[in-house]
T-cell receptor
Framework: DQQVKQNSPSLSVQEGRISILNCDYT??????FLWYKKYPAEGPTFLIS?????DKNEDGRFTVFLNKSAKHLSLHIVPSQPGDSAVYFC????????????FGQGTELSVKP | EPEVTQTPSHQVTQMGQEVILRCVPI?????FYWYRQILGQKVEFLVS????????KSEIFDDQFSVERPDGSNFTLKIRSTKLEDSAMYFC????????????FGPGTRLTVT
């Protein structure tokens, strides 16, 4: 079951540059998308979300873009900082509040000083 | 800022034994979930719980699994007879609902079945 896919297992970026993490989905019923950050031995931490009625949502250094026609979303981190180094998961939910989240496999981001 | 807490942080058990994983969700959350992550794999949904009953469960959540919210604050996951393949990180999560979809996760319990 690969409804949510993150095709890049890892990404390395220089401090101060932009990090772009990508996510694709197949289920047209998904109407809400979330990004989580996870450190080893910790639970996922909610970062930012976007509803399917929008194409962009911004929160400080983090911006999520949604392209519904391509079933693609991306997370931009600008400027990247060493503390951003973690595994980033994209997750999706289908048109009911309280519904389960379907996660991608995650992308490990490494921000080098 | 309120947090989801989980105990124990690490549980080692022998195959066939029962385990209970405990969670204290954030007090104003109405929806509760268990997820698990087998080492190297994605986070997988197990079960959701709302209004004191299961609202959805995955194929993984078979008769060996059960959930309870016995006292309005704790939320537990019981595995009746553990198998080697139950070894994973188990995460409790909660959400407010009310038009929001965000779920907030606890730190997890690492379950090791030997």
């Amino acid at each position: 079951d690969q409804q949510v896919k993150q095709n890049s297992p890892s990404l390395s970026v220089q401090e101060g540059r932009i990090s772009i993490l990508n996510c694709d989905y197949t289920n047209s019923m998904f109407d809400y998308f979330l990004w989580y950050k996870k450190y080893p031995a910790e639970g996922p931490t909610f970062l930012i979300s976007i509803s399917s009625i929008k194409d962009k949502n911004e929160d400080g250094r983090f911006t999520v873009f949604l392209n519904k026609s391509a079933k693609h979303l991306s997370l931009h981190i600008v400027p990247s900082q060493p503390g951003d180094s973690a595994v980033y998961f994209c997750a999706a939910s289908a048109n009911n509040q309280g519904g389960k989240l379907i996660f991608g496999q995650g992308t490990e981001l490494s921000v080098k000083p | 800022e309120p947090e989801v807490t989980q105990t124990p942080s690490h549980q080692v058990t022998q195959m066939g034994q029962e385990v209970i994983l405990r969670c204290v969700p954030i007090s104003n959350h109405l929806y509760f979930y268990w997820y698990r992550q087998i080492l190297g794999q994605k986070v997988e949904f197990l079960v959701s719980f709302y209004n004191n009953e299961i609202s959805e469960k995955s194929e993984i959540f078979d008769d060996q699994f059960s959930v309870e919210r016995p006292d309005g604050s704790n939320f537990t996951l019981k595995i009746r007879s553990t198998k080697l393949e139950d070894s994973a990180m188990y995460f409790c999560a909660g959400g407010k609902g009310q038009g929001t979809y965000e779920q907030y996760f606890g730190p997890g319990t690492r379950l090791t079945v030997t």
